[in-house]
């Protein structure tokens, strides 16, 4: 009887697991999957939905994201069958990682970033018969109003999460389904020992202003 005790106990326990799943991934933005540095938007996808967001980034980076210069005529050519799906394929005869120029993007010093033509496609094979690699256009525009093209492969994951009465609900928008994205803002987001430092010791005011640098604002940067 008490061994039976025993394993129904067990089972009870190994219950919740079964049914929600270990680690289960539901609306939780919290753990490793935080930033420090919280950026605020709002993005539209192809669909035309428009959702509220924070904690964004780019397969999980906010500054130094890599993007590649727009090729020239000479470097891809039209694809003389057209895709069934409307799709406008490009071929690429050079390899973008190695021929490339390669820019990086910081979301601080960005404003908007757009895909305007998600059925535009320039594909690199870098064997006959292995999958092509695929990327697309998208638009930048900085905090000073300059814009510039540059392609990114369309593998690339937008992570962020919705703003709800109920709480953020995690959020993970590839290339082909990527509209546009504005970034209104950003503040820093304080860890247990940020708090516990700043209950022990207050900063004089030029303290504060010397460690108030890019990124290291305690309050939220709105962007105009």
Not at 27 to 52: A, D, K, M, P, V
Request: hydrophobic share 30%; charged share 30%.
């Amino acid at each position: 009887m008490k061994k039976m005790n025993i394993m129904a106990t067990y089972l009870l326990l190994l219950l919740p697991t079964q049914i929600f799943g270990a680690g289960a991934q539901e609306t939780s933005t919290g753990g490793r999957n935080r930033n420090q540095i919280n950026f605020e938007g709002i993005l539209t996808t192809q669909e035309g939905n428009i959702y509220q967001v924070e904690q964004l980034s780019f397969n999980r980076l906010i500054k130094q994201i890599p993007v590649f210069e727009m090729p020239n005529e000479q470097a891809s050519t039209l694809n003389p069958e057209p895709s069934k799906k409307g799709m406008i394929e490009y071929m690429l005869s050079e390899n973008p990682e190695k021929k490339f120029a390669v820019f990086k993007i910081d979301l601080a010093e960005t404003k908007t970033i757009e895909a305007p033509e998600p059925n535009r496609i320039w594909n690199y094979q870098t064997k006959p018969g292995k999958i092509a690699r695929r990327y697309i256009k998208i638009i930048v525009t900085d905090n000073a109003g300059k814009t510039d093209s540059y392609l990114v492969e369309n593998t690339k994951t937008l992570y962020c999460a919705e703003k709800t009465p109920a709480g953020p609900k995690e959020l993970e928008i590839k290339m082909p389904a990527f509209k546009r994205l504005e970034i209104t803002g950003y503040s820093k987001e304080e860890n247990e020992n940020d708090k516990k430092n700043k209950a022990k010791q207050s900063k004089t005011p030029a303290e504060k202003k010397a460690s108030n640098k890019q990124y290291g604002h305690s309050e939220k940067i709105t962007k105009a």
